[in-house]
């Protein structure tokens, strides 16, 4: 097979951002660009070559095409094997997995998340590695470094690979597996929760749900799962079919994206329980009838029921969540007497923890929650310990969390995003708040008195890895907090994010509407940042 040295020039833009690297589609047609990020991958990691890889992705515009380009440049690298997804779809967890199964050296995922797709829409390509999971800082840091240097890349002329049959495929001296994208992972999860149980209760007659895979990569997996292993009516999952613009919508599993599931949740004939999960398959949304369950609550919740669960009977190890995420979950961990790590924004940063083996569960306020039977969050896991809880307590969504809340307080949460502000701008504002840092502690705002503040730094305790700049955070003496960052994930100007925390104990005061209840930290939000001189905006454009 001939191998091609092609010429190019470096892109400046290729720094992997929370989640690797995002771009809209246009920007990655560009002459060479997603040939270039993939050869500094290959270049960066020497040990990927005469190894197996695992490729796939969320299904969306251009996926098709760049798992035929990947394929070329993986052959000119000498890539042993290559196991795709058929069809090219592979959910972010079960790339996780598949690699973990297989002892495959890394993983190629493609997806932009939530992101929009289709041709005007997001593109984004991850690095997964040996451990199954996101790759660490070091990685995408040499993937960086090696992006600004490159002078050539390395590309096979072969024939085009037919990715629609499941089976074996040699190209040059590199194999080819194409799998079932769907069938390594759903035996995954029957063999972590009661399928039984959550058959019986599906198959009830008294019990309704509905899952909306918003035309993204879990329709298949939901599909095998909830209607055909666990017997749920068909039509139980909504929207199912992977399409390559998402069917024109944000594959964003919240209130404003997932609308449909939220009208029906929220209306007079609600299902028992709602849930969504994202473009690759990583997020999720919990809904009970007219009830949303926030992100922090759900991981506090399944941390604080894990027992109920076959494969985390024997108790949980430790816990982490992401220092933006609220401290529902720490609460949980004390009374259980076992740890609890403050993690920065990025499911990376779970790594060395769940490798370690110091904790089981992790989650994230942006609707992500995991446990260690991969090393990525997991969308439809997490739906499916809601239902196995559900089944085993024989209780509402809202009766088990509000059960939650009169036993360890109430985390009142929000999280304030203003998008698409000018990347100055918001620098600016940061740069105000930060230089806020060192004048507020002791100071008071009515009946908040911030106790301390400081840019988040984070030291892997595994690794010694430090982090630095990751968050400004300000703590109140009554456990409130209120944190500015910056999204790393977005594909137009820069995203503040504003998350606002409180602890409420008095049993009268648990049922507030949450922006009721964290009215007066929003106002001080305001008032320290000035985030509507800033950007112009007097209100988020998202709230959660
Ligand atoms: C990614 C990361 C998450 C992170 C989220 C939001 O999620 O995997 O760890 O919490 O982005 O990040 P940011 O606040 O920087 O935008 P996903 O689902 O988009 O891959």
Redesign the pocket.
């Known amino acids: 097979m001939e191998i091609s040295v092609v010429s190019t020039h470096p892109y400046h833009d290729q720094k992997p951002g929370?989640?690797g690297l995002r771009k809209q589609v246009a920007h990655f047609r560009k002459a060479h660009y997603l040939e270039n990020f993939v050869q500094c991958i290959f270049d960066s990691q020497p040990g990927l070559r005469g190894a197996e890889l695992i490729l796939g992705g969320d299904g969306r515009f251009f996926n098709r095409e760049a798992i035929q380009i990947i394929l070329r440049i993986a052959l000119a690298n000498e890539i042993r094997k290559v196991t795709v997804g058929r069809a090219g779809i592979l959910s972010t967890p079960a790339v996780s997995h598949l690699i973990r199964k297989r002892g495959a050296a890394g993983g190629i995922v493609l997806s932009a998340?939530?992101n929009p797709g289709g041709p005007g829409g997001d593109f984004g390509i991850k690095f997964n590695v040996a451990n199954g999971g996101p790759a660490p800082e070091s990685v995408t840091n040499a993937i960086y470094a090696a992006s600004r240097e490159i002078q050539h890349y390395r590309i096979a002329q072969s024939p085009h690979v037919d990715i629609d049959h499941v089976g074996h495929t040699q190209l040059g001296e590199m194999e080819i597996e194409i799998v079932d994208p769907v069938a390594d992972y759903a035996d995954l999860m029957e063999s972590l929760f009661d399928f039984d149980a959550m058959r019986a209760l599906l198959q009830s007659g008294r019990f309704q749900m509905r899952f909306d895979a918003m035309h993204a990569v879990t329709g298949p997996y939901a599909r095998e799962i909830l209607e055909e292993r666990l017997g749920a009516p068909q039509g139980t999952v909504m929207r199912p079919e992977p399409l390559a613009d998402f069917g024109g919508r944000h594959p964003d599993p919240n209130l404003t994206h997932a609308r449909e599931l939220a009208e029906l949740m929220f209306g007079r004939e609600a299902p028992d329980f709602g849930a969504a999960s994202?473009g690759d398959g990583?997020?999720n949304m919990i809904l009970g009838r007219g009830f949303f369950v926030s992100p922090s609550d759900s991981l506090a919740v399944l941390a604080a029921n894990a027992r109920l669960v076959p494969a985390y009977r024997d108790g949980l190890r430790g816990v982490a969540r992401?220092m933006p995420t609220s401290q529902a979950v720490d609460a949980v961990a004390q009374s259980l007497g076992i740890p609890c790590y403050e993690t920065p924004?990025?499911?990376k940063f779970f790594g060395n923890l769940l490798d370690d083996g110091r904790i089981t569960l992790c989650g994230?306020e942006?609707f992500?929650t995991s446990s260690d039977h991969v090393r990525e969050k997991d969308g439809l896991w997490a739906v499916l310990f809601w239902l196995n809880l559900i089944a085993a307590r024989g209780e509402s969504v809202s009766e088990i969390v509000r059960d939650h809340w009169r036993r360890f307080g109430r985390h009142y949460y929000s999280r304030h995003d203003y998008e698409e502000i000018d990347s100055d701008r918001a620098e600016a504002l940061m740069e105000r708040v930060r230089s806020a840092l060192p004048e507020l502690p002791g100071q008071e705002f009515g009946a908040l008195r911030i106790r301390a503040a400081d840019d988040f730094g984070y030291t892997d305790p595994v690794d010694g890895s430090i982090s630095t700049g990751q968050g400004l955070r300000f703590l109140f003496e009554d456990d409130a907090r209120l944190v500015y960052?910056l999204?790393?994930?977005?594909t137009h100007g820069a995203t503040l994010?504003v998350y606002l925390e409180r602890h409420e104990t008095r049993p009268e005061q648990l049922d507030q509407d949450s922006q009721y209840a964290l009215a007066p930290l929003i106002e001080l939000a305001e008032q320290i940042a000035d985030i509507t001189g800033c950007t112009g905006k007097d209100r988020p454009d998202v709230v959660t």
């Not at 999204?487 to 977005?490: D, F, K, R, V, Y």
């Open positions: 929370t989640s998340s939530h994202d990583d997020r992401s924004t990025g499911w994230e942006s992500g960052r999204s790393g994930t977005g994010r």
